[in-house]
């Protein structure tokens, strides 16, 4: 059963991408909103401010990206900005495009998601656009909105205004502006997804999932485990998920998904404790401890799970081998 490990996977991709200090928030602005697709399954959003400051985060960060989101980061730098300065917040927004072509898609379960990058900050627009005509970089004009090459990365991006940038592959940015310009429709008209961002995004990171999301995200936590009746029996009443990570006192992970149903939530509940209850018993002693520091319970209509531990248990965490093996 892959329940640790895929809570594990979760847990570092969001620490790699987070501050070890940080008391800001990763908010969205509203032009932010605005190039985000209605499709959207996944919300990633990241105080890219704390990131810089943490050197145990920027470290694990290296070793942990992802290869799309290195890729972005490279093409980022390149474009002229000073990632370090320019950057105050980051987001990643995984949705279903109209056309299954878009570059930068991922899987998930049987359905491919395109991958479009938001950031937000006070960028030197001017310096950034002479930097690309002294490279002869030339404009993409979609009605008007300019799309510029990252240089030979095959991404490009788009000034929404002087505090927001859309970026990524050519058709998914594209995707992003039809969006923004009422052409399909947005985030803004998505009411599940806006509603549970409201309780997250006063967080320095933070992720919403829709139902689909959220069914694969929980189905490959619970690994085996997903495949009992009772899981199947609760599948369909999943609606949406939220998590977000904080590290002013230890490391802490909240996460939430919300079934609309209290005896569905109750249901969930065991079927996750059972699975722990099997991995404590049979799994080794790293991943007995990290079980350990892990509760889950309902609230009403809501699964809550919940990792709480110090700063120096989860650096021992970080190095088993079961953390090494993901790292490799």
């Given amino acids: 059963m892959n329940f640790l490990k895929s809570y594990v996977i979760a847990s570092i991709a969001m620490l790699m991408l987070a501050g070890a200090a940080s008391v800001q928030a990763a908010q969205l602005s509203t032009d932010a909103r605005t190039v985000i697709p209605h499709e959207v399954q996944q919300l990633l959003a990241i105080d890219y401010r704390a990131m810089q400051n943490s050197p145990a985060a920027m470290n694990l960060r290296e070793r942990m990206m992802p290869p799309e989101l290195k890729q972005f980061d490279e093409a980022l730098r390149k474009s002229g900005l000073n990632d370090s300065h320019d950057v105050d917040q980051l987001a990643f927004a995984l949705f279903r495009p109209q056309s299954t072509s878009a570059r930068g898609s ?15 900050g006070q960028f030197p627009v001017e310096e950034i656009l002479a930097g690309f005509r002294k490279q002869k970089l030339k404009a993409t004009v979609v009605r008007t909105n300019k799309i510029y090459p990252m240089g030979k990365t095959g991404m490009v991006l788009s000034f929404v205004d002087a505090s927001t940038m859309v970026f990524g592959y050519s058709d998914v940015v594209k995707a992003a502006l039809d969006a923004r310009d009422g052409v399909t429709p947005s985030l803004l008209t998505n009411t599940p997804m806006m509603d549970a961002m409201k309780s997250m995004d006063t967080q320095p ?22 495949s009992v009746t009772d899981f199947e029996s609760v599948r369909k009443h999943l609606q949406s998920c939220r998590y977000g990570m904080d590290f002013q006192h230890g490391v802490r992970l909240s996460l939430s998904i919300e079934t609309g149903d209290n005896f569905i939530a109750t249901t969930l509940s065991s079927i996750f404790n059972a699975a722990i209850a099997v991995r404590k018993m049979t799994g080794p002693e790293v991943e007995k401890q990290a079980l350990a520091a892990t509760t889950v319970h ?15 248990e989860f650096a021992s965490l970080l190095k088993s081998s079961l953390f090494q093996s993901v790292l490799a």
Avoid: C, R, Y
């Fill in 106 to 120: 991922s899987q998930a379960g049987d359905e491919p998601l395109a991958s479009v990058g938001i950031a937000q």
């Fill in 205 to 226: 990171l933070w992720s919403v999932l829709d139902q689909k999301g959220t069914e694969f995200m929980v189905h490959q936590l619970l690994g085996n485990a997903g």
């Fill in 298 to 312: 309902s609230n009403l209509s809501n699964l809550e799970i919940q990792f709480v531990s110090s700063e120096d």
